[in-house]
């Protein structure tokens, strides 16, 4: 139990409209996508730098976990609070503050969701391009404290490359500004990109000014077929090898391409061993001559029919197979759901073949439904495992799944995680991922968190 | 004067042929482009990884200052010893360790110099696009210690965002690898690019892994000029609110045409009040329709005869009156040099023509030769001073120049430094650019290396 005068000093930091320890309100504020659960014992909701940084202090003070959230459409338990304490809601700081497109750049409060800011960029002919799944959900300060990216990273990047300043409310409550509105700064150390991407342990993003760019004219989708999983990785190579750096390849698997049969007859997919869509982007010619160009790599390895299209509505059908692959594998089979442990493995493009079928053999093995689909033009694959939650034994062959996939993309040279993060959930594999980087992390951390109370329990 | 034992222990770590004590050597070391000088008291060569460790493992035992070294040709003083200590040359260090370009990464030890790794990819249809001007001489480990960039910095961004792995000697000596072979890595705390751009003062990256990317297979270059700086800054803005992303923009003011015309009148320069030049990539047809789609945006806005070529000798040509404009000021005027102050700020794009003329006004406030260009893509601008610098005078009045130079940057809301870096020259405009977060830089920076021994007097 939180004391009665911390309460009461959280209420003068934000409000008393604006704090909660009502017990079914803090339940829900316990979840995210991920298994990994834990109550906080009050969620503050600021809506201001100000009252961010009030916050922050009374914790300092008190010695209390902070635990920053946005939407909680993360993977990894890293807005939920395992040990308790202050979480502090950032969705009512949900302005953008600034269009500043001339100098190609916006200030947006860390509750804006993606699409949010895109939407209001779309008349203006520009776009913020870092677009993971979750774009319709995701607060642009879940994205950028945990680094997301998505299905466009190789061509753009991810969520740091695009920070250009942010306002910080530090673990001691004080409010420190970073960056400048230059679009390139080599001022010292490079703060920005150090807290973007470090999941709210080092302190809370209250304010951001994000890079913008133009928004390419076309954007045209080429789908094709490929009889094993070899000849499909060696189109991504293949494609780069010839001077083609298309926006996007999405890879599905044949059991992505089963279930979005199942689930989206319409969207028209073949069933195969693989399926990519190629997305290009650019004037309209200019799509054309490189779905063209891309044509000629695919002559000598695709199979059966290809289909492209720059028209928006054809194009976006094209892309719907995809698109509906997560929802497709969360009705795969009556009483199983998706749960996201090896979800989130990256690995270098030639063991992208090695490792659909590996992913295969251990799906075989374990006989746990598991639809395979990911961002191939980076090497970044999504096993969808799903299991009966309410079966110990589905949990338990599924923790060795897991286990086994992680250890797979370890042992080619890969990571953990692509884009998810760490948070709780892959906490485990921070030592080994990271021998002796992984001290020098604990000592930045407590250099600048020295009482480990900015959402203590993850990463670290 | 170092200790003897020092000489011994060192020697022991690299060998006695790769140690001086010479004079005349240490002299050498003292310089590098800018006019900050320090003589180390001694040079060391290592060839290895364990090489370097050994030697950072002495210098840590009798708290020596370490300097990084490659080859010399920064502009800020970073890689020279004020106060004394050992440099550690990395040029021996040259080996390209690794072409893996299906995995489109490369290994490198420090000392490979960017033009030579390019020269290597060429004939593989592959490029490492970060190219700084200096990309003849400047190697792999200045460019990433330094965060280079260059004029393709806006489409490809900086040195950082290429690395994918490090072998870092941290300042007690001990070896610690970061990173992995996969393009996409979100598994903790972003080290690297917390030490790429920290200029040698958290340790030594001793071996990297970067990405390339494929070489994009034509490149053409148009040439405009402009009537004013307003319109020539605009015609930036409006490229990219027409969806462009030009491989790169080089803006040459008046000054850099003269000299040019001088120095180079084979490159066919006119003098206007500004030529800008546009680089394009991309296959041929794509090219030449983008310099179409430039050609509507300055149909408004240029004056006089465009060129425009994606020939390749041709394109070389048009190219070569922006790359003579560094040499072209070495020779301005007989007895002037070229003095590294005031001559990196970044402002936002639409500070750009306000302070093209500012820097006018300046030039004839001061009377000293200022050629004015830069990286106009991306806000980068490099105003060249020339003075005599055997003249007291001229010093005084170019140090109030550089003051008032980087006080009109900040006041606009930009930078010192957008690519050279802090260095020993830069360092007073540290705390004023952050305040704040120039202390949590501080406190990371004790956090790894308490004895302030890892290049001692930059940056902090």
């Known amino acids: 139990m939180v004391p009665e005068e911390v309460i009461k000093e959280l209420e003068a930091a934000v409000g008393a409209g ?10 829900v504020y316990g979840f995210d996508v991920s298994d990994v659960t834990g109550k906080p014992d009050i969620v503050v909701r600021p809506g201001t730098v100000e009252e961010v940084a009030g916050c922050v202090k009374v914790c300092a003070k008190h010695k209390l976990p902070v635990i920053p959230r946005g939407a909680g459409s993360g993977a990894t338990g890293g807005a939920v609070a395992p040990t308790g304490g202050v979480v502090v809601d950032l969705t009512r700081m949900n302005k953008i503050l600034e269009l500043d497109l001339a100098n190609l750049q916006v200030a947006v409060q860390p509750g804006v969701v993606i699409d949010q800011l895109n939407q209001a960029l779309k008349p203006h002919k520009f776009c913020y391009p870092v677009i993971p799944g979750s774009d319709k959900m995701a607060t642009m300060g879940g994205v950028i404290a945990n680094d997301a990216s998505g299905m466009r990273a190789f061509k753009y990047g991810t969520a740091k490359d695009y920070v250009l300043g942010a ?20 001022a010292g ?25 133009p928004l390419p004219p076309s954007r045209g989708v080429l789908v094709a077929y490929f009889e094993d999983l070899e000849t499909a990785g060696k189109a991504v190579i293949n494609t780069y090898q010839a001077g083609i750096v298309p926006s996007a390849v999405e890879i599905m698997e044949k059991s992505a391409l089963e279930v979005v049969n199942k689930y989206r007859p319409q969207a028209g997919v073949k069933v195969a061993e693989a399926m990519l869509l190629f997305e290009l982007e650019g004037d309209l010619d200019f799509v054309e001559s490189q779905a063209r160009s891309i044509g000629y790599v695919l002559d000598a390895l695709a199979v059966g029919d290809r289909q492209f299209s720059a028209d928006p509505a054809e194009a976006e059908r094209l892309w719907s197979a995809r698109s509906a692959v997560g929802a497709a594998t969360s009705v795969l089979e009556e009483g199983h759901n998706r749960v996201y442990e090896g979800e989130d493995i990256c690995v270098p493009l030639t063991e992208i073949p090695r490792t659909l079928r590996k992913l295969r053999e251990l799906r075989d093995k374990y006989r746990l439904g598991t639809v395979i689909f990911g961002h191939i033009s980076i090497g970044s694959l999504h096993p969808a495992i799903t299991i009966r939650k309410s079966d110990e034994r589905d949990w338990k062959a599924m923790k060795e799944l897991a286990a086994e996939i992680h250890a797979w993309a370890l042992s080619v040279g890969g990571t953990v995680t692509g884009e998810h993060g760490i ?3 892959r906490k485990e594999y921070m030592a ?20 480990n109370i900015m959402n203590p329990g993850k990463i670290f």
């Open 432 to 451: 080994i991922m990271h021998p002796g980087a992984y001290e020098v992390m604990k000592r930045i951390k407590r250099a600048l968190d020295p009482d």
């Open 189 to 213: 150390l490079d703060l920005l990109r150090l807290f973007a991407g470090s999941e709210g342990t080092l302190g809370i993003m209250a304010e951001f000014r994000v890079k913008v760019l």
């Open 423 to 425: 948070g709780v959930a």
């Open 18 to 27: 604006n704090l909660s320890t009502d017990d079914a309100m803090l339940y």
């Open 167 to 186: 306002t910080f409310v530090m673990p001691d409550g004080s409010v420190v500004p970073f960056g400048c509105k230059a679009l390139k700064n080599v």
